[in-house]
């Protein structure tokens, strides 16, 4: 037994031993092939050695080398994919979430399908507003205003869901927004609804191994957008499926790639051949974002057609649109494509510009929380409204949570803090802020100078910390308002 003991020592220190120094070797004698990877973002650059700045320059280092050593792709594939082959598990389950039967699905659409996350009262009350105001200016300009929903992949297929995620609540946050279409002046198309008796036909609308629709989910999307267009635009008609062949080709999906499950599940992609004649045609750009405001590197993409109606079309978008682009370059004379870095804006300068008929904002249910972050129109700013943006916004909230660690704060401190910062920041650049009651709360609770005050107030009067937060911030907030 011990001899065993012995044996298995060995083995593991040559294991080890093995792993560190392979990446070494191999960035000098180049005899194994790096393999490309599949994350979506930019590795940490080299830093410039500085003298006089050795303790920044060796975290940098530290942070570069983590992310660029030689075999690193090829040993996270490797892991990736014993954590799935042996134990069916989601080597990244903050990205990925494992489904039954070959199916995968986007981790943060969790929470919106189970409807752990619903719009407060308040929150809904802006959209609301934001909606409001986006089409009464839309109308002014001769343009009308619509905001199309497109369903998580959860929501469309549910039944292959692991058995840890079940819905929770009658309502989601894709239905509280999708309501607001009862609202006289606001237009919200709800492609669920259109979509969901089309997953009982022949063939699947979302692809199994990514989170996205195929062609044809793409195209009941297209279809039921044009129905509704119709209402006010009589000339535009969906062009019906039969104009099209149904195809299955393979592929592999994002979602697979990322458990390196791809070769394991290949997707049969359903795919939409045109039969008919086809008449849209890139267009020539306007350059209206440019490479410092943007990241996506198709932000700006026009299409135009002389055969079709003599209307002219602007799609503030995210990826879900790049599979309906065939359908509306077809539908309008001019059709411009914008790919904001997923904030929905309003862009007036655009809409000054193109003047068209009609504006969609085409937005997957996941990103809804981004329209409370950009006010229409562009409003004084407050710390309530920094504080909504870093509560509600998915990325966001992780950020913070990252940040309390590294500085040993509570989320509540961090996101509270940062709250301050960003109003700060907002003042110090000569915008226009407002100082609400919320702003002397939050400065009384989580600022370290009045903190010490709201503490010594606790402490001489006998309240509680929450109690004195309250008092000074009521008593500054009215002094202010005296001024």
Excluded at 264 to 279: C, F, G, Q, R, V
């Amino acid at each position: 037994m011990k001899r065993y003991y012995n044996i298995l020592g060995i083995v593991t220190i040559a294991f080890f031993l093995g792993a560190m120094l392979t990446p070494m070797l191999n960035s000098q004698l180049g005899l194994i092939n790096e393999i490309s990877g599949n994350e979506n973002r930019a590795k940490a650059a080299k830093p410039v050695f500085d003298l006089n700045n050795l303790d920044d320059f060796t975290k940098d280092y530290d942070t570069y080398y983590t992310d660029n050593f030689n075999l690193r792709q090829n040993f996270i594939s490797l892991i990736n994919r014993f954590d799935y082959t042996f134990f069916k598990i989601s080597p990244v389950p903050h990205r990925v979430t494992v489904g039954k039967d070959g199916w995968f699905y986007a981790t943060k659409s969790a929470d919106y399908y189970k409807g752990a996350n619903l719009f407060s009262n308040a929150q809904m009350h802006q959209l609301k507003v934001e909606l409001e105001n986006r089409t009464k200016w839309a109308e002014s300009m001769g343009t009308a205003y619509y905001l199309v929903i497109v369903p998580n992949k959860m929501n469309i297929y549910p039944e292959h869901l692991p058995q840890h995620i079940i819905s929770i609540s009658d309502s989601t946050r894709y239905d509280q927004v999708a309501a607001l279409d009862q609202q006289s002046d606001i237009n919200v198309i709800d492609l669920k609804k259109y979509i969901l008796p089309h997953k009982e036909g022949e063939y699947d609308i979302y692809q199994h191994t990514d989170d996205h629709w195929n062609d044809l989910g793409a195209y009941y999307g297209y279809q039921a957008i044009m129905n509704r267009l119709s209402e006010k635009f009589p000339e535009l008609k969906p062009f019906p499926l039969t104009d099209y062949k149904i195809e299955s080709v393979t592929k592999e999906g994002g979602l697979a790639k990322l458990v390196n499950a791809e070769k394991d599940y290949p997707e049969n992609y359903i795919e939409l051949i045109d039969l008919k004649p086809t008449y849209g045609i890139d267009g020539e750009k306007k350059g209206y974002l440019n490479e410092q405001e943007m990241r996506n590197t198709e932000r700006e993409i026009v299409k135009i057609n002389n055969s079709g109606p003599q209307l002219k079309c602007l799609i503030i978008r995210d990826s879900f649109t790049i599979a309906l682009m065939r359908f509306f370059q077809e539908q309008f004379k001019r059709t411009v494509f914008i790919h904001d870095d997923w904030t929905y804006q309003m862009h007036t300068d655009i809409v000054e510009s193109e003047k068209p008929d009609i504006v969609l904002v085409i937005i997957l249910e996941t990103e809804l929380h981004k329209l409370l972050s950009n006010n229409f129109p562009p409003t004084v700013f407050t710390v309530d409204m920094f504080l909504t943006q870093l509560t509600t916004d998915p990325e966001k909230i992780e950020k913070m949570r990252k940040l309390a660690i590294s500085r040993n704060l509570t989320n509540d401190e961090m996101t509270k803090l940062t709250a301050l910062w960003l109003f700060e920041d907002r003042s110090g650049k000569g915008e226009k802020v407002r100082e609400t009651l919320k702003y002397y709360e939050l400065l009384f609770e989580v600022d370290s100078d009045f903190k010490k005050q709201t503490t010594l107030l606790a402490e001489k009067e006998n309240m509680s910390f929450n109690e004195a937060v309250k008092l000074l911030a009521k008593e500054a907030f009215e002094k202010k308002g005296k001024q």
